[in-house]
């Protein structure tokens, strides 16, 4: 009796190992489907110890797919960084193209949505060398593969080629999440240490076993000292960080009512904008008005009022014929922020009735509220009535309506004669210069693209007394970059946004910093050790290939090859001799007993 129950309690023991191997196999099943269209078991094969998890064309394969995996998420990563500027990209493609669309957003949907399909097919691959499956690649994902790393070549060198400022833009954002990056791709490798510690311990050759650990090592210890190098004005002591910058907007509130009309800037100075930025332009009768473009085109219905003047230069046009125009349709009918359906009736009604406004209206909007006014000024063509007095006509309208210690004076041109002509005028310069240079100019601020951005020079101008303004600056993480740079002031189209910042998104003292780095590392290494001494423990009592045989190191169990599966079965078990079934009785057969060793 005690012999039969233990017979039994074997066999169940067996069978569960058996039943919980068959109940793996839906899971495994699943991948390869999904990986390889390997939706029957026949169809797939298990790695046997020694060999190579995959053929050498399907090396090549996972390879191309770990090379595309960096390259779309290089893309992705640069062209979401890019949002900043994804109004001048659409505008610049109005410009080239004759007609709106969003290409900005749909870049960015086409982008996320390869880079997810790719990364998916990484994560198939990982599951299925963790299982110890070999890997095949559909031929369907084989092509897509190579379509998304077209796309994410092809799009990347288009885009470095006409717009590289954008790198320095991609380096800037490093500042703000290279730390977050970093833990990422740290837990990355520690994910990836399953299926090399599995198939490093399963390989027969001291060279490939050499090749993958080095490989794989020098990876690992390359991210744990990156942090070295890592500099970012947001790392800094408590206590340090400067006062909120002045918020200016550009040409208004442009994401709230159609930029550089009367209406845009109100919305700005409702939304707690310090200072009102916008572009004028000469009329033809010599009256200033707020236009950036060269022509109307793009912000106003010239084509409906004078069609056939839609490409004439806008200084060519009377006051009495801009009157004409109406300044605020396109914005409603292209919503080239995505934020028109945000507005009341009201603001839409008002916007609709928008027309081009003068410099003069728009001085009075910023003396009523006491702000400070920038303008870029455009000379009118040769051959213009104005072409040479622009600057006199400019500085009249000005005294006439704004006290002229609230505008910052940012065209060159004539710069010793109009602060001659009008000392209170805060000079102020779109260039970099010395500090001799600056101050022998008169210049009390800087007005810089935001991909000059230095903290060093930053304060460095500060200390002479000379302030920084960083324009366009819309996104809350380049806005809090520029706040812990220091910087006094930011022009921006987001004015009802970054208003609302209490805080920059990311900022932490030295000491935080190096306890974040050294925790990732220390817990990485830990979790990858264990994992590697894990499969070195499992790995020992499997079989393994000498030659072309196969034979066992002290394992109690001995696997082999099924047309179906691989199956388990006891190897190391005492049969009774006399409970062997002979010849003599076919008949009866019997299962045999185990016993005790």
Request: one cysteine or more; aromatic letters at 12%; a neutral charge.
């Given at each position: 009796m005690p012999v039969t129950r233990l017979k039994l309690g074997k066999l169940k023991v067996v069978r569960r190992q058996l039943l919980q191997r068959y109940e793996h196999q839906p899971f495994v099943s699943c991948l390869a489907g999904l990986y390889g269209c390997q939706w029957r078991r026949y169809q797939r094969a298990r790695a046997q110890p020694g060999e190579c998890c995959c053929s050498k064309v399907e090396c090549g394969s996972f390879g191309l797919l770990i090379l595309t995996f960096f390259l779309s998420f290089l893309f992705l990563y640069f062209w979401s960084e890019a949002q900043n500027d994804y109004n001048d990209f659409d505008w610049f493609n109005f410009g080239t193209l004759g007609?709106?669309?969003?290409?900005?957003?749909?870049?960015?949907?086409?982008?996320a949505s390869l880079f997810t399909?790719?990364?998916?097919?990484?994560?198939?691959?990982?599951?299925?060398?963790?299982?110890?499956?070999?890997?095949?690649?559909?031929?369907?994902?084989?092509?897509?593969?190579?379509?998304?790393?077209?796309?994410?070549?092809?799009?990347?060198?288009?885009?470095?080629?006409?717009?590289?400022?954008?790198?320095?833009?991609?380096?800037?954002?490093?500042?703000?999440?290279?730390?977050?990056?970093?833990?990422?791709?740290?837990?990355?490798?520690?994910?990836?240490?399953?299926?090399?510690?599995?198939?490093?311990?399963?390989?027969?050759?001291?060279?490939?076993?050499?090749?993958?650990?080095?490989?794989?090592?020098?990876?690992?210890?390359?991210l744990?000292?990156?942090?070295?190098?890592?500099?970012?004005?947001?790392?800094?002591?408590?206590?340090?960080?400067?006062?909120?910058?002045?918020?200016?907007?550009?040409r208004g509130a442009p994401m709230l009512a159609p930029e550089n009309t009367v209406m845009s800037f109100e919305k700005a100075v409702e939304a707690g904008g310090e200072g009102l930025e916008t572009d004028v332009t000469i009329s033809y009768d010599g009256v200033p008005f707020l236009m950036h473009d060269s022509t109307l085109r793009r912000t106003t219905n010239v084509a409906e009022v004078f069609p056939n003047r839609t490409h004439h230069d806008a200084s060519n046009f009377t006051w009495a014929e801009l009157q004409q125009l109406n300044a605020g349709n396109w914005f409603l009918s292209r919503d080239p922020f995505g934020t028109v359906s945000s507005l009341s009736e009201a603001d839409c009604s008002q916007a609709q009735n928008q027309s081009v406004p003068s410099l003069a209206q728009?001085?009075?909007?910023?003396?009523?509220?006491?702000?400070?006014?920038?303008?870029?000024?455009?000379?009118?063509?040769?051959?213009h009535p104005y072409h040479q007095s622009y600057i006199n006509i400019t500085l009249q309208v000005v005294q006439a309506h704004i006290n002229?210690?609230?505008?910052?004076?940012?065209?060159?041109?004539?710069?010793?004669?109009?602060?001659?002509?009008?000392?209170?005028?805060?000079?102020?310069?779109?260039?970099?210069?010395?500090?001799?240079?600056?101050?022998?100019?008169?210049?009390?601020?800087?007005?810089l693209h935001y991909s000059t951005m230095s903290q060093q020079q930053i304060s460095k101008y500060q200390s002479e007394n000379i302030s920084t303004n960083l324009y366009v600056i819309s996104q809350p993480w380049l806005f809090a970059l520029a706040w812990c740079a220091g910087a006094q002031s930011v022009t921006t189209n987001s004015i009802h946004i970054l208003s609302n910042i209490d805080k920059p998104l990311f900022l932490m003292t030295p000491e935080e910093y190096s306890l974040m780095w050294i925790l990732t590392d220390a817990v990485?290494?830990?979790?990858?050790?264990?994992?590697?001494?894990?499969?070195?423990?499992?790995?020992?009592?499997?079989?393994?290939?000498s030659g072309s045989r196969q034979t066992h190191e002290n394992g109690p169990y001995s696997k082999f090859r099924t047309e179906l599966s691989d199956v388990w079965s006891i190897s190391s078990v005492n049969v009774r001799p006399d409970l062997r079934s002979t010849p003599s009785s076919p008949s009866n057969p019997h299962l045999p007993t185990i016993t005790e060793e």
């Amino acid at each position: 009796m005690p012999v039969t129950r233990l017979k039994l309690g074997k066999l169940k023991v067996v069978r569960r190992q058996l039943l919980q191997r068959y109940e793996h196999q839906p899971f495994v099943s699943c991948l390869a489907g999904l990986y390889g269209c390997q939706w029957r078991r026949y169809q797939r094969a298990r790695a046997q110890p020694g060999e190579c998890c995959c053929s050498k064309v399907e090396c090549g394969s996972f390879g191309l797919l770990i090379l595309t995996f960096f390259l779309s998420f290089l893309f992705l990563y640069f062209w979401s960084e890019a949002q900043n500027d994804y109004n001048d990209f659409d505008w610049f493609n109005f410009g080239t193209l004759g007609f709106w669309f969003p290409w900005s957003l749909v870049l960015l949907v086409v982008a996320a949505s390869l880079f997810t399909y790719i990364a998916l097919l990484l994560v198939l691959a990982l599951c299925l060398l963790s299982e110890g499956q070999r890997l095949y690649l559909h031929w369907s994902h084989k092509t897509g593969i190579v379509v998304t790393l077209a796309f994410s070549v092809t799009a990347t060198a288009i885009l470095s080629d006409l717009w590289s400022k954008e790198w320095k833009t991609l380096l800037l954002s490093l500042q703000v999440t290279a730390p977050f990056l970093h833990v990422a791709a740290v837990s990355l490798m520690v994910i990836l240490a399953w299926p090399i510690a599995l198939h490093f311990f399963r390989m027969n050759k001291r060279v490939r076993q050499v090749a993958v650990l080095g490989l794989y090592l020098s990876v690992l210890f390359t991210l744990y000292l990156v942090p070295l190098g890592m500099y970012s004005p947001c790392i800094k002591e408590a206590g340090t960080l400067g006062p909120f910058p002045k918020l200016i907007g550009h040409r208004g509130a442009p994401m709230l009512a159609p930029e550089n009309t009367v209406m845009s800037f109100e919305k700005a100075v409702e939304a707690g904008g310090e200072g009102l930025e916008t572009d004028v332009t000469i009329s033809y009768d010599g009256v200033p008005f707020l236009m950036h473009d060269s022509t109307l085109r793009r912000t106003t219905n010239v084509a409906e009022v004078f069609p056939n003047r839609t490409h004439h230069d806008a200084s060519n046009f009377t006051w009495a014929e801009l009157q004409q125009l109406n300044a605020g349709n396109w914005f409603l009918s292209r919503d080239p922020f995505g934020t028109v359906s945000s507005l009341s009736e009201a603001d839409c009604s008002q916007a609709q009735n928008q027309s081009v406004p003068s410099l003069a209206q728009f001085l009075e909007v910023a003396a009523r509220s006491g702000r400070l006014v920038i303008f870029d000024l455009r000379r009118p063509p040769y051959g213009h009535p104005y072409h040479q007095s622009y600057i006199n006509i400019t500085l009249q309208v000005v005294q006439a309506h704004i006290n002229s210690s609230q505008v910052l004076w940012l065209p060159s041109e004539d710069r010793e004669l109009v602060q001659a002509v009008d000392p209170q005028l805060q000079q102020t310069s779109g260039e970099k210069a010395s500090i001799k240079e600056l101050t022998d100019g008169h210049i009390t601020r800087l007005n810089l693209h935001y991909s000059t951005m230095s903290q060093q020079q930053i304060s460095k101008y500060q200390s002479e007394n000379i302030s920084t303004n960083l324009y366009v600056i819309s996104q809350p993480w380049l806005f809090a970059l520029a706040w812990c740079a220091g910087a006094q002031s930011v022009t921006t189209n987001s004015i009802h946004i970054l208003s609302n910042i209490d805080k920059p998104l990311f900022l932490m003292t030295p000491e935080e910093y190096s306890l974040m780095w050294i925790l990732t590392d220390a817990v990485s290494a830990f979790l990858i050790t264990a994992v590697f001494i894990f499969h070195w423990w499992r790995e020992r009592g499997l079989p393994f290939w000498s030659g072309s045989r196969q034979t066992h190191e002290n394992g109690p169990y001995s696997k082999f090859r099924t047309e179906l599966s691989d199956v388990w079965s006891i190897s190391s078990v005492n049969v009774r001799p006399d409970l062997r079934s002979t010849p003599s009785s076919p008949s009866n057969p019997h299962l045999p007993t185990i016993t005790e060793e």
